[in-house]
């Protein structure tokens, strides 16, 4: 596609739920990126796929937290037994390396009731 | 730990002025650096820094970076409303946290017809 997309762009869910958040890279980008933007904050890194390599998780806030990139391109962010505290947008980004720019996608709104 | 700290956090102008935003950084084994414009939910690529003292220009934006004094600076002329928008800069580092992005925490621009 023309940019990166993620879905849904908003999600509502009751705290305990899990979630699913999915981005599409642009095409042929290798590296795939999810950070998140609580409000008022700045945008804080979660994980990073490149290539085959396995993923750099370092940035993942809890076990809650998981991803992963099919075929190398699709990645899903999952969210189990959500909190109040994870609200916030996340938002994916792909780049053709790692020293290249990223391009971010438009976000998903996820607010924990 | 990586750190990058924006000045100022917020700024109000009217149309016609110019504006310098800052971006300090402190982090391990630098790459490059970054400027993102944040107007709704996805931050748009404007620059990507390597080398000291070369400055990128794209319209009324520049941007040079001081791999000396650990800083880089975003200049905007004749600013216009449609420049209102969250300013992010970020950090590229190498090693073991290739990739990833540390960000500041946004400069909020706000200009007034």
């Known amino acids: 596609g023309a940019g990166v997309s993620q879905s849904p762009s908003n999600k509502v869910t009751e705290k305990g739920k899990d979630v699913e958040l999915r981005c599409d890279p642009i095409s042929g980008h290798t590296a795939l990126y999810w950070y998140r933007q609580s409000l008022g904050q700045g945008l804080e890194f979660l994980i990073y796929?490149?290539?085959?390599?396995?993923?750099?998780k370092s940035g993942l806030p809890s076990d809650r937290f998981s991803a992963e990139r099919t075929g190398g391109s699709v990645s899903t962010l999952t969210i189990q037994r959500t909190q109040q505290e994870d609200s916030a947008v996340y938002l994916c980004?792909?780049?053709?390396?790692?020293?290249?720019?990223?391009?971010f996608g438009p976000g998903t709104r996820l607010t924990v009731l | 730990e990586d750190k990058v700290v924006q000045s100022p956090l917020s700024l109000v102008v009217h149309e016609g002025d110019t504006v310098t935003l800052n971006c300090s950084y402190e982090?391990?084994?630098?790459?490059?650096l970054l400027w993102y414009k944040q107007e709704k939910k996805a931050p748009t690529f404007l620059f990507m820094l390597t080398s000291s003292g070369i400055e990128k220009k794209s319209g009324r934006l520049s941007s040079i970076l001081d791999k000396k004094e650990l800083f880089s600076i975003l200049n905007i002329t004749a600013t216009q409303t449609g420049d209102s928008a969250i300013y992010l800069c970020a950090a590229n580092a190498g090693g073991t946290s290739y990739g990833k992005l540390t960000f500041g925490q946004g400069t909020i621009l706000t200009v007034h017809p």
């Open positions: 980004a792909s780049s053709s390396g790692a020293r290249d720019e990223q391009f």
């Open positions: 982090v391990t084994n630098f790459r490059s």
């Open positions: 796929f490149q290539g085959n390599s396995a993923p750099d």
